[in-house]
């Protein structure tokens, strides 16, 4: 029994540790996730949508009744004279308050120009819905650029790092090799040279990495230095569908951007419609409900009440050419929406189109630049076998080491460069979401 329970404490340890490892760091989905709350510009966009909504209620009360009411009090002190034909005239002291109070009531009951108002805010408003989805994806593509980046300059600050290391144990090696008479001067400061040309690449690279955990930060506000290391070794897959005319089909229909821009046609045309309503008439029901007291200096003393309602009709004649030229400048403001919407469907096209060929050589690609390591690494131990045995100089180990650092960076940027591209595929054909960025993390995240 004690056995059991020593046997069972000790998977309990095992499994926290491996909790508490994972609890100590954050993958892509969860830097996302804080992004959504922290990155000023989603905030931003989010108010803005915010605002944009607002257009449909607005737009829908000038179809709705209105009424006001209005009170007054006006104070008059004076004098009256009444004088008739042969009399001399009587002069009378006025001092009194005239207070008047009205009730009013209009209904739109036929009004072209608020029902174009309105139609157009149903479009303003899903514009602003789509525009928050271009903002959503442009949020996941920038965390995802600034995530990579940041794993690139980790993992090349590692390399650099490695790179200073084996050029600064070569150069003493070359230094010794000198003394003992079987080097030459030129081998040490060959050694010398790389390894100080390294030591700024390595500055370099320590400068980048700063830069890069500054990035991430100010998107997501979480500590850039628990960011979990990803497994530089996994197996990327095609792209599905697996044709680029089916990703453009899906693009030209769920792509947030061309949303807006079909909204934006969509506002404008109503804008058209409204600005004609200006040669429509309008039919409002009105009524109203007032009371006064001594209204004027005919009725000091005497309060009156008037009820009214009835139906009101306005027929527009003539406006000064006004209508007609807001008409037209619509007319020109929906030409250029839709020649927009034309430029950005073919910029979504091209944008899928690069992006699918970024993923799909993406693969090629990465299994280009594993087999260039593993050659390069090759090269490099029968470069120092050869060393050993006189055939090969100090400088040749110092430049296969060189090529096997730059085969592994470039490798590591494909990888990334695939990943991302694979995101912005996504995003470009309107189907990115949340899951995507938990597929990567399951992808990539060392177990």
Same mark, same amino acid.
């Given at each position: ?22 609890? @100590? ?35 829908? /009360?000038? *179809? ?5 009411? #209005? ?20 002069? &009378? ?5 005239? $207070? ?20 157009? /805010?149903? @479009?303003?408003?899903?514009?602003? =819905? ?7 994806? &442009? ?7 600034? !995530? ?66 500054? #990035?991430?930060?100010?998107? %997501? ?11 530089? =070794? ?31 046609? &969509? ?25 006064? #007291? ?11 009440? %008037?009820? @009214?309602?009835?139906?009101?009709? %306005? ?6 050419? !006004? ?14 929406? =839709?020649?927009? *919407?034309?430029?950005?469907? #073919? ?24 087999? /260039? ?19 090969? %100089?100090?400088?040749?180990?110092? =430049?296969?080491?060189? $090529? ?44």
């Amino acid at each position: 029994m004690a056995y059991f329970l020593d046997k069972r404490a000790g998977w309990l340890l095992v499994i926290g540790a491996m909790f508490a490892g994972h609890a @100590s760091g954050f993958g892509l989905q969860e830097a996302y996730r804080a992004a959504l709350d922290y990155d000023p510009q989603y905030r931003a966009a989010r108010h803005e949508r915010e605002a944009g909504l607002q257009a449909e209620p607005m737009a829908r /009360a000038g *179809l709705l009744p209105s009424l006001s009411l #209005n009170s007054g009090a006006t104070r008059y002190n004076g004098d009256r004279t009444v004088s008739s034909a042969g009399t001399p005239g009587t002069t &009378e002291r006025l001092d009194y308050t005239s $207070r008047q109070n009205s009730l009013n009531l209009r209904m739109p009951l036929y009004s072209y120009e608020a029902i174009s108002r309105y139609r157009q /805010a149903e @479009s303003q408003t899903a514009y602003a =819905e789509s525009l928050f989805s271009v903002r959503g994806n &442009e949020l996941a593509t920038r965390l995802a650029s600034a !995530y990579f980046d940041l794993q690139l300059a980790m993992y090349t600050e590692e390399l650099a790092q490695a790179q200073v290391d084996a050029y600064q144990e070569q150069a003493r090696f070359a230094a010794r090799m000198f003394k003992g008479g079987e080097g030459t001067r030129t081998e040490v400061a060959e050694s010398e040279s790389l390894r100080d040309v390294a030591q700024a690449q390595l500055i370099d690279a320590r400068d980048q990495l700063d830069i890069a955990r500054r #990035n991430l930060q100010v998107i %997501t506000g979480l500590n850039p230095d628990a960011i979990l290391h990803l497994q530089q =070794e996994f197996q990327p897959k095609l792209p599905q569908p697996a044709t680029v005319s089916e990703w453009i089909d899906l693009a030209g229909a769920n792509n947030p951007v061309l949303a807006v821009r079909r909204s934006a046609v &969509e506002a404008s045309k109503q804008e058209v419609a409204r600005n004609q309503a200006g040669h429509f008439p309008r039919l409002d029901f009105v009524a109203s409900y007032s009371r006064s #007291n001594s209204d004027s200096i005919n009725t000091i003393n005497q309060e009156i009440n %008037t009820r @009214s309602g009835g139906i009101q009709l %306005t027929i527009p004649l003539f406006s000064g050419g !006004y209508v007609n030229a807001a008409t037209d400048q619509a007319t020109a403001s929906l030409r250029k929406s =839709e020649a927009d *919407l034309d430029n950005e469907l #073919n910029n979504v096209q091209i944008e899928v189109r690069r992006q699918f060929l970024a993923t799909s050589n993406g693969l090629a690609k990465i299994d280009a630049y594993v087999k /260039a390591v593993k050659s390069s690494e090759i090269a490099l131990d029968g470069t120092r076998y050869g060393l050993k045995a006189g055939t090969r %100089t100090n400088v040749d180990v110092l =430049e296969a080491q060189r $090529r096997v650092f730059s085969a592994k960076r470039d490798l590591a940027q494909a990888r990334y460069t695939y990943l991302l591209a694979s995101l912005k595929l996504k995003a470009a054909a309107g189907s990115l979401t949340e899951d995507d960025l938990s597929a990567i993390d399951k992808l990539i995240i060392q177990p």
